[in-house]
């Protein structure tokens, strides 16, 4: 039985698979604990090869070892449980981070539901009773649970702060006023709390005012960018009209070219046929009558000679034509000359107005916020190529496909010693730190798998290491086939439609970050919204037997 007083930690009684308190709780053989359920799915993944192994010493077992229930470890854990239960409130609301813990509890911390100005402690509902019943307490200014109570204790005189000095602009005590604020402008915290708040209220009717103005500017916008879309609508219509119309332009005049070369083409060898034509008869009458000379020059007749010749002799002058003036063979070449001039020309003038036109579409620039995106196509529009940082992997991770792979395996790598090497943590980083708006897809399998992004600043050894569990790092988590989101080691359930493909985005100037299911569709599953003081680094926690890789994305 557990005795009082006696403070146990929860931590050691969690299974190192589920990280949750131990369910069912068995001891295997090396003398290491697990829930019954978490030891059975490890070991049903080993069966094929016979040999089961501890997920945390690594000692195997051959045969798989029989579970029985740890009935000891089992009770002590109930008795835990009764005890904590005795001694908590009814409604077990615990101090937790962030939280104002009650001064006045013992061992575990209530949180608190009301500070108290004038004592100065903070209070859970059972300890905050006496200053309703107590007359004298009654008296005190209680106001909500304040972490920064400590700031209105005096830290020279320690007492409470009740007035302020105008002159100096800060709380002082009573002794101070008397001391170093002597002669000093001073009235009471209350009588300045309610100058201040009329000041407020001046200063909320200009916010408003401003609210007012931005909002009309908000619809100024909105018909700004109403229109701004109707004119690129018009704009393009009109430039493909245009680039249609002068396309048309080019492909009409091109046969009409072709059509007056093929027409000026036959009739000029038509000409040129018919004068051909012409050159062979008059070449064949002018043979026949050389070849009637010839035989009139053999004749020794004087008398048929003169008789013939006269009149062989007209006939030969009156065949005798001028000569046929052919043009040279370059009389297209004008045309090819003239067409080339008029290309040159039309290049010239779009090459000359190219860089206006260009110039007037990106100079249009309207300041908008970037809406995220919807469908996965508008998405891979912001995918970016990511690689595993060998240097961050814990000794017990295997990179491979370029480094974009990672697996766990059941021997330690031959990884050489480095300070950003994650330590007992199945974890590795990216080498790239994000900015802008970015998206990349994560493939996985295994029991156990954390997609993760995380400051390059996180810590690498320890149990604050780990990918949620500190406020460095934003992790959705795989566990016993359901998702949960943990940041600050603040667990959150996520019931999306599980998929072995998750799609992470990132706009790091809006302080957004979504985990999406991808499967037929995208699901949204988690989505951050913060502030990033720090580039993100994608990276994995990967349970036994699981695989994670950074998907390639066309």
């Known amino acids: 039985m557990a005795q009082q007083g006696i403070q146990l930690d929860e931590t050691k009684f969690c299974c190192s698979i589920c990280l949750d308190l131990l369910r069912d709780p068995v001891t295997i053989p090396c003398g290491h604990n697990y829930c019954m359920s978490c030891i059975k799915s490890c070991w049903d993944e080993e ?14 077992f051959t045969p798989r070892p029989v579970l029985g229930k740890n009935t000891m470890l ?4 109930e008795e835990l449980k009764k005890t904590e239960l005795q001694a908590a409130p009814p409604d077990r609301c615990y101090a937790g981070p962030g939280d104002v813990a009650c001064d006045f509890c013992t061992g575990r911390k209530v949180k608190a539901i009301k500070s108290c100005l004038v004592c100065p402690a903070s209070y859970c509902e059972q300890h905050l009773q006496p200053h309703y019943d107590v007359a004298p307490l009654k008296k005190h200014k209680l106001v909500e649970a304040n972490v920064k109570l400590q700031e209105n ?45 009329k000041e407020l209220g001046v200063s909320r009717q200009n916010i408003q005012h401003k609210i007012q103005d931005k909002e009309k500017d908000v619809k100024v916008l909105q018909q700004e960018v109403k229109a701004i879309n109707l004119s690129a609508d018009k704009a393009v219509e009109d430039s493909e009209k245009n680039f249609t119309e002068l396309v048309r332009f080019i492909e009409k005049r091109s046969p009409d070219v072709k059509e007056q070369i093929r027409s000026q083409q036959k009739a000029e060898a038509s000409r040129a046929e018919e004068l051909q034509e012409k050159l062979k008869q008059e ?19 004087h008398t048929h000679f003169l008789h013939n010749y006269p009149s062989l002799s007209r006939l030969s002058e009156s065949t005798d034509l001028p000569s046929t003036n052919i043009r040279p063979l370059q009389y297209f070449e004008d045309v090819t000359t003239a067409v080339s001039e008029a290309r040159d020309k039309l290049q010239g003038v779009l090459t000359e107005e190219w860089p206006k036109i260009s110039w007037t579409v990106t100079d249009v620039d309207v300041l908008l916020p970037q809406p995220e995106p919807k469908t996965r196509a508008e998405f891979l529009k912001f995918s970016r190529q990511i690689t595993l ?14 480094n974009r792979k990672a697996a766990f395996m059941t021997e330690e790598q031959l990884y050489s010693s480095h300070p950003d090497r994650f330590i007992k943590w199945y974890q590795v980083l990216s080498r790239e730190g994000l900015t802008g708006r970015c998206y990349w897809e994560v493939e996985w399998s295994g029991w156990g798998v954390s997609v993760a992004v995380a400051y390059k600043d996180i810590s690498r050894r320890g149990n604050e290491c780990g990918f949620g569990y500190n406020d460095k790092s934003w992790a959705l988590q795989y566990f016993n086939n359901s998702y949960q989101f943990r940041h600050n080691n603040i667990k959150t359930p996520i019931p999306g439609p599980l998929s072995s493909r998750v ?11 979504s985990f999406y299911s991808v499967s037929e569709t ?19 926690w990967l349970g036994v037997r699981a695989t994670a890789e950074l998907c390639k994305l066309k």
């Open 283 to 301: 070449i064949a009458e002018l043979r026949r009558k050389d070849a009637e000379l010839e035989q009139l020059s053999h004749t020794e007749d």
């Open 503 to 513: 799609g992470v985005y990132l706009d790091h100037r809006a302080g957004i970050l």
């Open 74 to 77: 089992a009770e002590l854990l």
């Open 47 to 60: 069966d094929q090869k016979k040999i089961h192994s501890c997920p945390q010493c690594r000692q195997t």
């Open 153 to 197: 204790i005096c830290s020279r005189h320690d007492e409470v702060m009740k007035l302020f000095c105008r002159t100096d602009q800060q709380f002082i005590c009573y002794l101070c006023s008397m001391d170093e604020h002597k002669g000093h402008d001073t009235v009471s915290a209350a009588a300045e709390w309610t100058e201040r708040q």
């Open 389 to 402: 940082d060998p240097n961050t992997a814990d000794a017990y991770l295997s990179l491979s496909e370029g």
């Open 522 to 540: 995208m699901t949204l599953l988690h989505r951050v919204q913060t502030t990033f003081t720090q580039p993100l680094y994608p990276g994995f």
